[in-house]
């Protein structure tokens, strides 16, 4: 593949990174909230108190001042699923009785049904509406048979598919095609989604981005970058604006093949066009970099993060690494300017095993006055876990400093740690 082709991408970037396709969205994204008990509830009751304890709360409103459906499928995700398909059975149940006629709200249950990968239930949601008269669209087979892939019963979608193809009023259209190319994707059948890519084109629908997301991201999972590189080049060719998702796929590409000189070209020109890079392809470059002990090339991208002006945790990230590789290499002095640079900047350390590999190397060189030092300046921003405080106590007992170690008691004691 020709390699990331700037002109192309300062093409692209008057226009704007697209953001992710998301092709069945909650309507609400918020987490489970204080102001609504009843998901909490729903987490601690038995499946079998689940539909009547929603007939409560719609009943007497009084006692749930703050029940929303939106707040019951927020939490979807963290329920069984058992549960979950209890709570949409519920709705199901609530919308056939109230004689629901709105296509949209059958379509978004399907969806919710995808969500949770339960194929049957789309099914019933399916059934219950041509039972009460509500005629099928081709809209709502795409929607099932999506719930179909997500559930990987791949013989009933491509049955619906057949029963689309014989009939007058819901013929396939170009979400079929494209719902197929995004399940077979999501599935890591590159095969299966590069044959519906084709079925799409021979059909004399056109690719979209949605499709090349889907097409890249396929190729990346089953690790065939080849093919990713052919559908980027077709990108181009297009002219067609890529996505971050896009980008953040070719990168991983790069990194998993361990191209390094690639991967910080790739950065370069994404910094060059659209002057930032996201949170995902920092991880992935820093994970890179750890695992091949490229401490040069994560200095040279600190300084590209720092001169391009990158938001403050992209800093932090790509520090917290370079932190981690002169821990590993037991030098210190590297070791305490790199944690100076960072608290220069009001950061403090994002997790307690980064600061665990600090503390560690200062019990390797015996510098326990520096350690003293460190463990005092970064207490102003950082609180100790547990973990850290044990290994603290064990290393101190190691070495036979009582003094230090009954400090590190008393100081346990004083924070609450147990």
Not at 7 to 20: D, I, P, Q, T, Y
Not at 132 to 153: E, R, V
Request: charged share 25%.
């Amino acid at each position: 593949m020709a390699f990331l082709c700037k002109g192309f991408l300062r093409a692209v970037a008057k226009r704007g990174l697209s953001s992710k396709f998301v092709r069945t969205p909650f309507k609400s994204q918020r987490s489970l909230s204080s102001l609504d008990p009843l998901p909490n509830k729903l987490l601690q009751l038995p499946s079998s108190l689940i539909k009547s304890t929603l007939d409560s709360a719609t009943r007497f409103p009084q006692d749930n001042p703050h029940f929303s459906w939106d707040s019951l499928l927020a939490c979807l995700p963290s329920l069984s699923s058992d549960k979950a398909r209890l709570v949409l059975e519920w709705k199901l149940e609530k919308m056939l009785k109230g004689n629901e006629r709105d296509y949209d709200q059958y379509l978004y249950l399907m969806s919710l049904c995808a969500k949770i990968r339960n194929a049957s239930l789309a099914m019933h949601v399916f059934t219950s509406m041509e039972i009460h008269g509500i005629k099928p669209t081709a809209s709502l087979f795409n929607s099932l048979i999506h719930a179909c892939l997500s559930s990987k019963d791949t013989i009933t979608a491509l049955n619906l598919f057949e029963i689309m193809q014989s009939s007058e009023d819901y013929k396939p259209n170009d979400e079929t095609y494209e719902t197929f190319i995004i399940g077979f994707s999501s599935l890591g059948n590159t095969d299966a989604m590069k044959s519906w890519y084709s079925a799409k084109k021979d059909a004399g629908y056109c690719a979209t981005l949605q499709t090349y997301e889907s097409l890249v991201s396929g190729c990346i999972k089953a690790r065939e970058f080849d093919g990713a590189d052919r559908f980027y080049d077709e990108i181009k060719s297009t002219g067609i604006m890529p996505s971050e998702t896009i980008l953040e796929n070719l990168l991983e590409g790069f990194c998993r093949r361990r191209r390094f000189n690639q991967v910080k070209e790739f950065i370069k020109a994404c910094l060059e066009v659209w002057q930032e890079i996201s949170v995902k392809m920092a991880e992935e470059v820093v994970g890179l970099y750890l695992e091949h002990g490229k401490l040069e090339e994560m200095e040279e991208l600190l300084s590209t993060v720092v001169e391009s002006g990158q938001a403050v945790t992209l800093f932090s990230q790509v520090n917290s690494g370079i932190i981690r590789m002169y821990a590993a290499l037991n030098r210190l002095d590297d070791v305490e300017y790199s944690v100076g640079r960072m608290l220069k900047q009001g950061l403090s350390f994002r997790c307690a095993d980064d600061v665990e590999k600090v503390v560690c190397c200062y019990f390797r060189e015996e510098a326990y006055d520096r350690l003293d030092l460190f463990l005092e300046h970064i207490k102003r921003s950082h609180k100790l876990a547990k973990s850290t405080y044990d290994l603290l106590v064990a290393g101190y007992r190691r070495a036979g400093l009582s003094q230090r170690l009954d400090t590190v008691i008393k100081d346990m004691e004083l924070t609450g740690v147990r």
